[in-house]
């Protein structure tokens, strides 16, 4: 498993853009030889130094149980490319259905940062260590994590901001609406200007 051939180092100090400006994810989980995928709306950045963020993961879910389980998940940031595989993800329950990564043609590599698999064809990914919340956890369903590594994809992100106003469509974040809708990243603009 080669990372892809567009995987840059970002510093931790500015891990927190790659959330910034609320794109869809894809959690993805494992433990004792068991991988999941999962699609989650509702994660963001929380704070600087060390970097951490939040997301919600359902109770229901499979990764829920790798992520408890493992201590670990990766916030992976899909693009338009893979809204196809972001709306299946998302949809499929790693609990019934047992061909969920292959259905949805999930690939996965790995990286010597991460004890937790990285989806493929994302633009960027964030390896998080689960800061134990027992109370938000069982009540609110969420996760706060510490940063602890991540990357992007330099044709969409470098020196610290995104540009996709220089790359292609395809290449664009997804944010979701519901009933299978995204929406992908706009026009960059100043709002000082």
Not at 82 to 87: D, N
Not at 124 to 138: F, G, K, M, S, V
Not at 152 to 162: K, L, Y
């Amino acid at each position: 498993m080669t990372t892809p051939e567009f995987f840059a180092p970002v510093a931790l100090d500015q891990a927190y853009r790659l959330l910034n400006h609320g794109p869809v994810v894809l959690v993805s989980s494992a433990h004792e030889g068991r991988c999941n995928v999962m699609a989650a709306a509702w994660s963001c950045p929380l704070d600087f130094s060390p970097p951490k963020v939040t997301v919600v993961i359902d109770k229901a879910t499979l990764t829920r149980e790798l992520v408890e389980a493992s201590g670990w998940l990766v916030l992976n940031v899909p693009s338009r490319a893979s809204a196809a595989l972001t709306l299946g993800v998302g949809s499929d329950s790693g609990k019934t259905v047992h061909d969920k990564l292959a259905r949805h043609h999930v690939e996965i590599f790995a990286v010597p940062q991460s004890p937790v698999p990285l989806v493929r064809g994302c633009v960027a990914w964030l390896a998080c260590r689960i800061l134990p919340e027992p109370h938000n956890q069982r009540t609110y369903d969420l996760f706060i994590a510490e940063v602890v590594a991540a990357w992007a994809d330099p044709r969409v992100f470098s020196q610290g901001r995104w540009h996709f106003e220089d790359a292609p469509d395809d290449l664009r974040t997804l944010h979701y609406v519901a009933g299978g809708q995204f929406y992908v990243t706009g026009t960059a603009f100043r709002g000082d200007r």
